[in-house]
């Protein structure tokens, strides 16, 4: 008996240390992919480019290869649309303004309306992207950042860039530990999602005094932030909650009440998923009272237990719910409302996981936004290509945003994550 | 030299009497906190606190929790604090139990329930035999665990419906956290619930009523006074452990069917949320006090909180101060209470 435990301790042993070293792969264009990686470890992934070579002929600097035609894993183009917003006037005093208008959310949702960038900032070497190196420094292990890893590595493909991918897995201290690995590996380019928008000025400003052009993706930081990088990309998240707010109030005749199942306290997508369709219906749809909004996270169980204790508190004043993600929460709600058999209650929800899709086709859930983690990769990529080549980029550029509904949602499979 | 003729008696002036209130506080202890929440929510919502449905809607959502706590009830008890792996030992069950779908249903549950037994085997050994700091060696194996699992699926969560291509093994997987028994009296009981409930009863009946149970107290209360009465210490640690393994193992595969998805987050939080519950019901992390009655009293307990702070309406931040607070109570009024009667 100690002899097979022993053996089995020692087995799990070799595992948890083939694991720091990550799992080998080929890739289609026969370089060598690692997937998955220890986090704690600081699990990396590389993938060896090499040259785009199209009918034999090397594509020459100075020209992008033709990037329209590679899909994701979700059959969609993987280089998005990208949206260049305006920003509207900005009040002289947000927070004098009520959280129930937009106003007040000024600053967290246009970040970036006032930033100067650095006089620091890198110039473009205007010699193309193919054999270039460049770092990416992603925030945290999760499903979503496996398929956004998937995408930086189909997109760095596409334009023939080394990439190297690190994870600190939700620790900042191992993110600038992280980036000072990649400073000293002196690459052509770093992206980086940081771990937290306070963070991120000290890394964004470390990376360009090094002399290495720094791009910011999908996490919105602050302007301080965004002085030190070249440019940013990502999900336009008020936006899109704006639009899934919109569609919402329609659903409900622009009458009812309204609960919210909120992301994370603290974090950007807390306030974008809950103030950004509050604002916009206060605008658009005043009739529509919001009831109640709590944080329970993403426990399945627990969402359940708010949205079943809603059920009992509101009756029939309970309208619609709308969720901050469509995994968790989005279970708990729907069994929530099928145990309580109170399908009248409309449900939106911010995401596109399967679980999210699942329900759309399944008609429990009215809609969903498109939030393609591989496109958000291959957004920064571009822009990072394009900067290699040196075309103009925009500062700061979002991906448009795409409604899932029971109309289009086949178009979407399979799913990313 | 003393003069034995002039000895004075004299009178032991020591309170003999104890505190009446204490000792009621003691005796019923985390129940009187569920009383007072009962009360509570009748008077917020005298239509619908007493209703079957949300009765039902809170035993529902700690019913995860509460099976999790059954066995970690066993390691608090042995004195052994806490088990940092149990979020692993959570998604590894699950995960394996979602990736073996594709064979057959019964095979899926089976795999999920020893893939957890293997943790706590594990566990059992380091902890049991090799006597390894049960805080330290736990941790360390979560993050072991951790890296494997990413490893091995490629940090991808796997869905029962992808895995295997008999749709009904999916729903059949899906159900098993959907089903309702009590349909024919006209009740609607959760097939989890009663789990809970059934592994509650199992859990008293070890702990208090055999001769292992006995033992785990001794252990816990003086692993040395343990060992030296002739008691296989290591035997007697290693079989807690599978017991909370086992429970791990059925809240992970129970947890994987309601999320629909096998993930290696699955069981993040409930090492902390479990013990908090095994700790409200009286159990002390010295270990060899408390009893699986009063463990559910904890369980019942935060489920119950959050029931009536939700009724109340109380945002989020708020009602984390509110259930600190709480539960700093609960702990001075257990501590109080015991050192009052001396038992401490």
């Not at chain 2, 249903?105 to 795999?111: C, K, T």
Request: charged share 15%; glycine share 10%; proline share 4%.
């Amino acid at each position: 008996m100690k002899r097979i435990v022993a053996l089995l301790l020692a087995l799990m042993m070799l595992l948890s240390m083939a694991a720091c070293g990550g799992q080998e792969t080929t890739s289609e264009n026969g370089s060598n992919t690692q997937e998955g990686g220890s986090t704690n470890a600081g699990g990396e992934t590389s993938t060896e480019g090499g040259a785009t070579e199209e009918g034999g002929e090397t594509t020459p600097a100075g020209e992008l290869p033709d990037y329209s035609t590679v899909m994701s894993t979700d059959n969609q183009p993987l280089f998005p649309e990208m949206v260049i917003k305006d920003f509207p006037e900005r009040p002289e005093d947000p927070e004098a303004l009520g959280e129930d208008e937009a106003g007040h959310w000024y600053d967290m949702e246009h970040a970036g309306w006032d930033a100067v960038k650095s006089s620091n900032l890198p110039t473009s070497p205007g010699d193309g992207p193919e054999g270039k190196e460049i770092y990416v420094i992603v925030h945290g292990d999760h499903p979503w950042t496996t398929a956004y890893t998937n995408g930086i590595n189909k997109a760095c493909e596409t334009f023939g860039i080394d990439v190297t991918v690190l994870s600190p897995n939700w620790d900042v201290n191992l993110q600038n530990q992280q980036i000072d690995q990649a400073i000293n590996a002196q690459p052509d380019a770093i992206i980086l999602i940081p771990v937290n928008a306070e963070s991120a000025v000290q890394q964004f400003r470390k990376i360009t005094e090094a002399g290495i052009p720094a791009f910011g993706s999908n996490l919105l930081t602050t302007s301080a932030a965004m002085e030190y990088m070249i440019a940013w990309t990502g999900p336009d998240d008020w936006g899109q909650m704006r639009e899934l707010a919109r569609e919402m109030a329609d659903a409900m005749n622009k009458e009812g009440g309204v609960c919210y199942l909120t992301h994370n306290p603290g974090g950007s997508a807390y306030f974008a998923r809950m103030y950004g369709p509050r604002t916009e219906l206060a605008e658009y749809a005043p009739n529509i009272k919001t009831l109640d909004f709590q944080s329970p996270g993403f426990d399945a169980a627990a969402c359940k237990q708010v949205v079943s204790d809603w059920i009992t508190k509101y009756g029939d004043e309970l309208n619609a719910i709308f969720c901050a993600d469509d995994s968790a929460q989005l279970i708990g709600t729907i069994d929530a409302i099928k145990e309580a058999g109170r399908e009248d209650i409309l449900v939106y929800a911010a995401g596109n996981s399967k679980t999210g899709q699942d329900y759309v086709k399944a008609g429990d859930v009215e809609c969903i936004n498109y939030q393609s983690a591989e496109g958000d990769a291959a957004a920064a990529v571009l822009t990072v290509a394009k900067w290699f080549n040196g075309e103009e980029v925009p500062p700061m550029a979002y991906m448009a945003p795409v409604m899932i509904n029971a109309e289009n949602v086949d178009s979407f499979y399979p799913c990313q994550w | 030299m003393p003069n034995s003729t002039n000895t004075t008696v004299r009178k032991d002036t020591r309170t003999q009497e104890m505190n009446k209130f204490m000792v009621i506080v003691n005796r019923l202890g985390i129940y009187v906190v569920v009383a007072l929440l009962l009360i509570a929510g009748q008077c917020i919502r005298p239509d619908k606190f007493f209703t079957f449905s949300n009765i039902n809607s809170v035993l529902q959502a700690v019913s995860l929790t509460g099976i999790c706590a059954v066995g970690l009830a066993f390691i608090v008890y042995s004195a052994n604090f806490n088990d940092m792996s149990l979020p692993m030992t959570i998604a590894f069950s699950g995960m394996v139990s979602v990736q073996l779908l594709q064979y057959n249903f019964v095979l899926s549950i089976l795999g999920g329930i020893a893939a957890g037994l293997l943790m706590g085997a594990v566990n059992g050994f380091v902890i049991g035999k090799l006597r390894a700091h049960p805080i330290i060696w736990s941790m360390a194996f979560n993050f072991v665990m951790s890296g494997i699992v990413r490893w091995a699926w490629a940090g991808n969560q796997i869905y029962p419906d992808t895995i295997t291509e008999n749709a009904a093994t999916a729903e059949q997987f899906y159900a098993l956290a959907r089903t309702y028994l009590g349909k024919s009296i006209g009740l609607q009981i959760p097939l989890m619930v009663v789990v809970m409930l059934v592994m509650f009863v199992i859990g008293h009946v070890i702990l208090t009523y055999t001769s292992f149970g006995n033992q785990l107290k001794i252990i816990g209360s003086n692993y040395d006074v343990g060992r030296l009465s002739g008691i296989n210490c290591a035997r007697v640690v290693f079989i807690a452990y599978m017991i909370n393994a086992l429970c791990a193992a059925i809240c992970g595969i129970f947890l994987a069917s309601l999320s629909k998805v096998g993930a290696y987050y699955n069981g993040e939080g409930y090492d902390f949320e479990c013990v908090t519950a095994v700790l409200l019901g009286g159990m002390t992390l010295a270990g060899g006090k408390g009893n699986m009655v009063g463990v559910f009293g904890g369980v019942l307990t935060v489920g119950l909180l959050t029931n009536v702070m939700n009724l109340l309406g109380i945002p989020t931040f708020n009602q984390y101060l509110v259930q600190g607070v709480v539960f700093l109570f609960i702990v001075w009024i257990n501590t109080n209470s015991a050192r009052k009667l001396g038992k401490s």
